[in-house]
């Protein structure tokens, strides 16, 4: 199944079911550069030198495909039924945030061997970036999410101890001021202003603008701030519960809007998969209204959206109690990519790498490795394996759908349905 940014979150139900319900899934990537890719061919280069090579084409180049295979064991058949999907990956930021795009000024790069290549192998990168599925690491989620809240004036958090010693005094003079002035009992409507530390003629920094939403969005949430003539002062004003409730139903509606376009973390989207298949937190994270069809209103959209919240809970509890074992072909770059791309940047020493695989993916499977083991010739490429082995005396049945047998060598997808019938 081709899974793309129009068709992406209504298919996201069934993808986490299939993980959930797997014992093996099958993964391949293409990326806009595989450089690493010589490293372990070449027998001078020691585990050291391939990681760190394998680690600069992973920080250096983008994933564009992701392909997945998902086994899970019939017993009534006597073998494995499967469902392969395909996900098109864009690094661009869906809908456009010049923002977004200044905080986090992703890279693109693209190896001029690996455009050849893809090329030669019917690869569409206009279709990759016009209809691909958009994606944040957890740190760039972590900035996103700050930047998303600044932005509606809603700080994350209050008394942040990382602040130098003249900020943390304006925050606590800031703090104290609004105290006094609400000790004086002000009515509805009434207002204290708050200008810079260096006297009212100077503008508010962007920290102070910062410090002062923190304030109020965690301390005095009968009071909502203003700020005026370009930050030259902050007005506080105290409102009632009626005009607070007001307020959150404007922002809520706001928030939702922008939740329709990119999810409850902005441009998250494919993450979850990844979150699934780590084992990751992804049930309270995704917002079941985008997984209904629009065309579905009333009570029916309620009770289907209610059925979401149980099912994905469901998905993520199984999966946290057994997680499928990930199965590859040579697939210590792939590894490499997903780490850096989506979960968090890589570390300099491959030591340090082993352990976040022991967190991240405890059980793998090289199926290159097995073949060499098992007496294969190691010059063997994952297609010359597929034809020599890929219809074993273990069965799998492809489900409606979700067959990837048609498919050319080189598609994600394709790719690792081939590793998941040369393993069986």
């Known amino acids: 199944m081709d899974i793309n940014r129009s068709n992406f979150w209504q298919t996201l139900p069934t993808v986490l079911e299939a993980i959930s319900l ?14 690493g890719h010589a490293v372990d061919t070449a027998p001078e280069n020691t585990e050291i030198t391939a990681y760190q090579l394998a680690a600069e084409a992973a920080r250096t180049f983008q994933v564009l495909q992701f392909g997945m295979t998902c086994l899970s064991y019939d017993d009534e058949q006597n073998g494995y039924q499967s469902k392969t999907f395909t996900f098109h990956l864009t690094p661009e930021f869906a809908p456009p945030s010049t923002a977004l795009a200044k905080l986090i000024d992703r890279k693109v790069v693209l190896s001029y061997r690996s455009f050849l290549f893809l090329k030669e192998n ?35 958090a209050a008394g942040d101890q990382t602040l130098d010693t003249w900020l943390r005094k304006f925050q606590n003079d800031t703090r104290a001021d609004i105290s006094a002035w609400l000790e004086t009992n002000p009515e509805s409507g009434d207002s204290v202003l708050i200008t810079s530390p260096e006297g009212p003629s100077k503008r508010l920094l962007p920290t102070h603008v910062l410090i002062i939403r923190r304030l109020i969005q965690a301390e005095f949430p009968g009071c909502f701030v203003v700020f005026k003539q370009g930050n030259l002062l902050a007005q506080v004003v105290k409102w009632n519960q009626e005009e607070r409730q007001l307020w959150d139903g404007e922002y809520k509606e706001r928030h939702e809007a922008v939740v329709k376009q990119t999810g409850k973390q902005p441009h998250t989207r494919f993450r979850y998969v990844v979150e699934a298949l780590v084992g990751g937190s992804f049930a309270k994270e995704i917002n079941a209204e985008l997984l209904v069809d629009e065309h579905l209103q009333g009570a029916a959209r309620r009770s289907r959206i209610a059925r979401l919240h149980v099912d994905l809970r469901l998905y993520e509890g199984r999966i946290k109690q057994r997680r499928p074992v990930i199965v590859g072909h040579n697939p210590f770059l792939d590894l490499c990519f997903i780490q850096e791309t989506f979960l968090r940047p890589l570390p300099d020493d491959v030591a340090a790498f082993r352990r976040d695989m022991g967190e991240f993916f405890p059980r793998v499977v090289d199926t290159k490795y097995l073949s060499s083991q098992l007496g294969f010739r190691t010059g063997r490429n994952l297609e010359q394996l597929y034809k020599l082995v890929g219809q074993g005396s273990v069965p799998i049945t492809p489900m409606p759908g979700y067959d990837a047998r048609d498919g050319s060598a080189h598609n994600a997808g394709f790719d690792s349905w081939m590793t998941a019938a040369v393993f069986m």
């Open 22 to 35: 797997s014992e093996y899934v099958a993964i391949d990537l293409e990326m806009t550069g595989v450089s």
């Open 122 to 156: 019917n690869f569409s990168f206009e279709k990759a970036f016009s209809q691909g599925v958009p994606y944040l690491s957890r740190p760039e989620s972590a900035l996103a999410s700050k930047l998303y809240l600044s932005q509606c004036g809603l700080p994350s």
